[in-house]
């Protein structure tokens, strides 16, 4: 059973939100600020965090990145309808996902699903695979770099083994949307160039200057390594 941290202020959206997750078979703990949310992950066992970007102490953005800076732990944010700008500060911020206000439970269940599917789809020639530093376990669902782990987010795990799977291969952003996101080819493909950027920051040397995940550009990204 899946468990979701839910951090939303607004108590109707909260509870009706909460109710529909609990419904879908998720185990739901809610908190009504940022700060109550940061210390349930100190405290709980998180699999998601669902993260309004609007809260009384503090804003999203700020707890979306304390998040990222402590926990390999996936962020799906909530954000206004048609709010561009915040859209865009989330991803930066380091959110896997997000849904637009208002939100149906079933649309919510949905994209948690999408964000925590482990298994990659594509199909591995060997269970393990050494490029360079790097070294892939399919079948352990692990990464390490110069023998140490990698802290990696189901979403983030996924994209790389996807990559990885077919080197030299270049995927388009809309081809990646689908496969690893699970959303329809036309959403917004910044969601694929902020988890791009998440994933170099943790498996490249130098993100500025990628070996393993390049951009091919006006195409896709294809992974190396060079």
């Known amino acids: 059973m899946p468990r979701i941290l839910l951090i939303e202020d607004d108590q109707s959206l ?8 609990e419904h879908q078979g998720h185990q739901v703990h809610a908190a009504a600020s940022g700060h109550a949310g940061l210390t349930a992950l100190r405290t709980t066992r998180t699999d998601l965090v669902v993260l309004d970007l609007m809260l009384p102490d503090t804003d999203g953005f700020e707890v979306c990145r304390r998040i990222r800076a402590s926990w390999p732990v996936p ?12 859209i865009v500060r989330g991803l930066d911020a380091g959110a896997d996902d997000y849904v637009v206000k208002p939100v149906r439970g079933r649309v919510l269940d949905a994209r948690i699903r999408a964000v925590l599917r482990g298994q990659d789809p594509s199909p591995a020639t060997t269970a393990t695979e050494i490029y360079e530093e790097l070294t892939l376990n399919r079948s352990g669902l692990s990464i390490t770099k110069n023998g140490h782990p990698v802290a990696l987010t189901p979403l983030e795990l996924r994209l790389l083994l996807h990559l990885s799977a077919d080197p030299g291969h270049v995927f388009t952003r809309q081809e990646l949307l689908e496969t690893v996101w699970g959303h329809d080819p036309s959403a917004d493909a910044r969601l694929v160039d902020s988890g791009i950027a998440r994933l170099r920051t943790k ?6 200057s990628a070996r393993y995940i390049q951009t091919a550009r006006g195409f896709g990204y294809r992974f190396g390594p060079l």
């Open 75 to 86: 962020v799906i944010m909530l954000t206004a309808r048609g709010d561009d700008s915040d």
């Open 14 to 21: 909260r509870d009706g939100l909460q109710l529909a997750l």
């Open 203 to 208: 498996i490249e040397d130098d993100p500025t």
